[in-house]
């Protein structure tokens, strides 16, 4: 049986992906690294995972990684106020989604920037 680490949290836009990695560290101690994906379908209609990006996605891969960085920064304070607690790293199927920060879409997030923006001539 082979031992394959889980992300401690997943973010997705879509088919899009942000995965956040819990490294331990040993002098500075611990640190989350966040590697980006594309999940599309194979010819055999299995999942797949790929690093490559067109440029239309390029915007929304930036807000998911604003996304990564906040989410990132909310860990490594819980982890570091309970380090005697294993059960903040949450490596089972399901992601921890434990911040209450709402997981948005490309869409959403573009609605919402759009209503935050003062009216007046552009």
């Known amino acids: 049986m082979t031992n394959n680490p889980k992300p401690i ?6 088919a ?5 990695w819990y490294h331990g560290g040993d002098r500075n101690g611990p640190f989350i690294t966040v590697s980006l994906a ?4 194979d010819i055999q209609g299995r999942p797949a ?8 996605e390029l915007l929304r891969l930036s807000h998911l990684l604003t996304r990564a ?3 990132s920064g909310h ?4 982890f570091r106020n309970a380090p005697d607690q294993p059960d903040l790293l949450d490596h089972g199927d399901a992601p921890a989604q434990s911040d209450g920060m709402p997981s948005r ?4 997030f573009q609605q919402s920037t759009r209503q935050r923006r003062a009216p007046g001539p552009r």
Do not use: H, I
């Open 16 to 20: 899009l992906k942000a995965s956040l």
């Open 75 to 78: 860990l490594l304070r819980q």
């Open 49 to 56: 995972d790929s690093t490559s990006f067109v440029g239309t």
């Open 105 to 108: 879409t490309g869409r959403d």
């Open 38 to 41: 594309k999940t599309y379908s």
């Open 9 to 14: 949290d997943v973010l997705r836009d879509g």
């Open 69 to 71: 960085y906040d989410r």
